[in-house]
């Protein structure tokens, strides 16, 4: 089953990839806002599941908006395009933002979430995470895109597999600048990071929850992860042990492996 390229929803229109048939299986991405980040575990899934997945509003494909992004946006725009797609409830995996998003589609909209994953994310942020992101908006006010998407390269994968895969970072870093959607748009995505906190809502959740983390992930340490595992009623915590924030796609073997089990059981 295939979406169309672009999906109206709301101010504006996503640019959506879907791909497989099944139980639809919405993954949300983080950060970066492309949906592209979640290939490998479409490869995984597209067998047994609808597998579904959009850039973010004013990032990738998707195009332009007036309205301020914050996570509560995101998540609306997940919720009208599952509206638009007529998928009534779906498994749902979010990554690092896509965390946050997936939070709150299953505090607001419960209906709509059969079983979530929450990936690298959080809770609410401490301050060492605030000073993570105040460090990531000075390098790209005063050293630029390209110095801000190699750092962030730098910090979200291991380092081993940085050294076996240079030629590769290097190349998609030049991808990324040369999609960038600007500054100001990014500055704004960062405010909306920093800006989540849902401590004293995610105990709320009702549907059955796994929450995944790389044990040496530097951008969304572990003990967030441990306390998102703790604030939400019989959530299961898995923990990697290597592959840092990108995990899916630095460790997708075993990533997938821990979706897998959890989804089939």
Not at 18 to 36: A, D, K, N, Y
Not at 71 to 92: M, N, P
């Amino acid at each position: 089953m295939n979406a169309p390229a672009l999906v109206p929803v709301g101010d504006t229109a996503l640019h959506v990839v879907r791909e497989g048939e099944g139980h639809p299986l919405l993954f949300l991405v983080g950060l970066g806002g492309r949906c592209e980040f979640w290939r490998p575990q479409f490869d995984a899934f597209r067998d047994r599941f609808d597998c579904l997945s959009f850039d973010h509003r004013k990032t990738g494909d998707s195009l332009p908006s007036d309205i301020r992004t914050t996570v509560r946006v995101l998540a609306e725009d997940a919720i009208r395009l599952l509206d638009a797609l007529g998928v009534e409830r779906a498994h749902v995996v979010g990554h690092s933002l896509g965390g946050a998003i997936a939070q709150h589609v299953a505090v607001h909209a419960p209906d709509r979430v059969g079983k979530l994953v929450l990936s690298a994310s959080w809770a609410g942020p401490t301050p060492t995470f605030l000073e993570l992101f105040a460090l990531r908006k000075a390098v790209l006010r005063d050293c630029g895109p390209r110095a801000y998407i190699l750092q962030g390269n730098l910090l979200g994968n291991p380092g081993w597999w940085v050294m076996r895969n240079h030629d590769a970072v290097m190349a998609g870093v030049e991808a990324r600048l040369a999609t960038f959607a600007g500054v100001e748009i990014e500055m704004e995505r960062m405010d909306a990071v920093t800006g989540h906190d849902l401590r004293d809502r995610v105990g709320a959740i009702r549907a059955e929850t796994m929450v995944i983390c790389a044990r040496d992930d530097s951008i969304t340490p572990l003990p967030l992860s441990e306390e998102l595992a703790e604030r939400i009623p019989g959530a299961r915590l898995e923990v990697l042990s290597t592959g840092n924030h990108f995990a899916p796609v630095t460790v997708p073997a075993e990533y997938t492996a821990r979706l897998e089990a959890f989804l089939a059981a």
